[in-house]
């Protein structure tokens, strides 16, 4: 499971992240229309997660990208 809302938001978002066993995982937020990473955080073998973010962005989409020793998975997300 990997939820992120809301979605639209201002900059502050919650992300809920469950795995099917313990991992280090890694989430950054990339920006759609230059690719770079403007926000990027770590956290450490759990299974379930709920990260909170406040991120000082431009209004845009953006991706919200997950990474784990298992593979990758990316959601859009809006700030408005």
């Known amino acids: 499971e990997f939820i992120v809302f809301p979605n639209p938001n201002a900059g ?3 992300t ?3 795995l099917a066993e313990d991992a280090n995982i890694t989430v950054k ?3 759609l229309m230059s690719g ?3 926000h990027e955080r770590s956290e450490k073998n759990e299974q379930d997660f709920l990260l909170e ?3 000082n962005a431009p209004t ?3 991706l919200l990208l997950l990474e784990t020793p298992k ?3 990316v959601r859009k997300l ?3």
Request: charged residues 20%; negative net charge.
């Open 53 to 55: 973010d406040t991120v």
């Open 78 to 80: 809006v700030f408005e």
């Open 60 to 62: 845009g989409i953006y």
């Open 29 to 31: 937020i990339i920006d």
């Open 36 to 38: 770079i990473v403007i």
């Open 16 to 18: 809920k992240i469950s």
């Open 71 to 73: 593979g990758t998975a």
């Open 12 to 14: 502050t978002f919650k």
